[in-house]
């Protein structure tokens, strides 16, 4: 599989499009604000309140939420300038990157209007919007995509867990599509390994590319156990395993086809995050923090069991959004309804059995001088 | 007409696209380069040999003549990097700009290859290839499109005869679709002023992003006549508003439909372009050429009269490619098939009796300390 190739989010804006299902992402971005607004504070605070400032958000995706952190991020430096430089004017550059196939159509089309809303914002709050430029940049986040010494301030949430290539193996991972508790020892190294290896290509690859004191903040969708294999990154690759090994003890899916099929995602904890920062040596952490988000991020603690199919349906929906181009590329066409139909009827019984959580690492860091 | 949403070459790669219908301007692109290349020499040189480079072609469209230009951007400047500085390292960021509907993921997904064969060609040639960061940028170049000074080299080919508008007219412009002799005076003034407004904006916008000694080439499909209604620039347009005229007779299209449909596009002569330059005094004119192009780019000047008919076919599909979006949003896609084909064959009959060009205006400037 070259995932460069193959992953991607659902494009379009249809049911299962990752663009209607991406409600849980939008959660994530919302309760990561402050730690933005803090790296951008300190970053304009020390760049002694520059006419321009240059900034990427990496694994853009397309949908709502692409434009909505442009604009949380413009917003966000604004009112910062407003507060301790009114006078200065502002420009911002802002580049999207995601892989080649991410529909970057879809994202320009919207540009104007964004720009418009963005000022439009701003004249009722009888403020001056920085004027902000977008452009759009093709490729892995794991290779130079920029200039060197070109970025202020870099921005990704949930991207980082996606690894370059699926770790390569000399066992086969048996029943599994993902780290398992019953995959060998040697899968669960490849995997960490695999990502070792791409975190450190990533900060390797950042390091070059941004300014001295530039800031950082990345989301990535991860654990807080020491176990690899804890249920709370594994259980949900686990239910769409258990979906898939049904069709093959059915006959619908070949043993080998499932055996070869395996997901390229690596959920850290904080520990690994900061651990490959330190070895890497070119940016200071200023802030590690976990979050947890709930599956259905529409809900909140004290939602009622009735609520229950609603929630599985969604959670279901928001898995294919993200899931379904990796699983079409590997199985083809013909089985992907019943893959999904089963994943999401998995994922409803579980939660109304028991409430399951997202863990996310977010980790704000500033590139040493 | 808004311009910004309806103005774009077909996309695709069929029969009628623009990717294979655009060997003309392809050409062109090749007439230029001894300009291009003296500009770049010069850029580089006075910048005392620059660590980065950024670029941007406005109008880069999409097909093989969008990444052809950057690639010829990058051969040139290493081939002078490599006589002048050979130890210098150097990395390029290229911006491709063209109007939020151009196929932009079409580019994108070329790009990674691009990449490589760049690097593969100079490996070929022994020597190191500068490595080239792309990044699409949406948006008219009427408007702002970059940070402010940002910018050293600007490259524009066969996009700034295009109007931001429709130019408003007073009088109609009766049984035609652009200037010709027969439209009023009225008319003829309203496309003047409006390539005045439209050109001054765009060296207005370029002046604020381009740093001090930038350079910039840009190549207009214009004429060389005093004329603005001379046949060189218009008789293109007349062909296919004869062709909507017969149609119009026959009922099959409406008078009022006619009347109300005019090309926004302006071919100005070399003089036209100066005078807008030197007024509005960012930019130092270095050079400025007149050229010629035959309408069929793949004949020269011995073709013999049997290749007519293979002439006229090239220069109706080149033109579909061109004008289709523009006649079918204003038409309807019903007429669509009839009025190319009449025009194919208007085109063809006129070929056979003479030799028609096509004027291109190089100009090639520096902005002003």
Redesign the interface.
């Known amino acids: 599989m070259d995932v ?1 190739q193959v992953l991607r989010m659902n494009g379009g804006d249809g049911d299962y499009s990752y663009s209607n299902n991406s409600h849980l992402q939008r959660k994530v971005i919302s309760m990561t604000k402050p730690i933005i607004d803090d790296a951008l504070a300190n970053l304009y605070y020390t760049m002694n309140f520059p ?2 400032l ?1 900034m990427a958000d990496l694994g853009c995706s397309s949908g709502p939420n692409t434009l909505l952190v442009t604009s949380e991020l413009v917003k966000s430096i604004d009112k910062i300038r407003l507060k301790l430089a009114k006078d200065e004017s502002l ?1 911002i ?1 802002m ?1 999207l990157n995601d892989l ?2 991410n ?3 879809t994202i ?2 919207s ?2 209007k964004f720009q418009k809303n963005l000022t439009n914002q701003m004249v009722c709050n009888n403020t001056s919007s920085s ?1 902000c ?7 892995s986040f794991y290779t ?5 010494e ?1 970025i202020h301030f870099v921005y990704s949430s949930y991207s980082l867990m996606w690894l370059s290539q699926v770790p390569e193996m000399i066992n086969t991972n048996k029943g599994n599509i993902y780290m398992s508790t019953t995959s060998p020892p040697s899968v669960i190294k490849a995997y960490q390994e695999q990502f070792q290896m791409d975190f450190k290509t990533f900060l390797k690859c950042r390091a070059e590319e941004m300014v001295s004191g530039g800031r950082m903040v990345l989301t990535i969708l991860g654990r807080q156990s020491d176990d690899p294999c804890s249920k709370e990154c594994c259980y949900v690759w686990d239910l769409l395993a258990a979906s898939l090994n049904e069709m093959v003890s059915e006959g619908l899916i070949e043993e080998e086809k499932m055996d070869s099929f395996n997901i390229p995602q690596y959920t850290p904890n904080p520990k690994e995050v900061s651990n490959e920062v330190e070895k890497e040596g070119s940016f200071m952490i200023d802030c590690l923090e976990v979050s947890e988000v709930n599956w259905d991020a529409s809900t909140d603690d004290n939602v009622s069991i009735s609520e229950d199919d609603v929630q599985g349906y969604n959670m279901g929906k928001c898995m294919r959004a993200v899931a379904e181009p990796l699983v079409l590329s590997h199985f083809g066409e013909s089985i992907i309804e019943e893959v999904f139909e089963r994943y999401t009827n998995n994922i409803k019984v579980s939660m109304s059995k028991e409430k399951t959580k997202l863990v996310n690492v977010t980790a704000s860091m500033t590139r040493k001088g």
């Open positions: 460069t006419k321009t240059i420009e550059q580049y080649p196939h529909d970057f159509n320009f089309n540009v104007s004027p430029y977008v452009s759009g940049v093709p490729g130079r995509l920029f200039l060197r070109s």
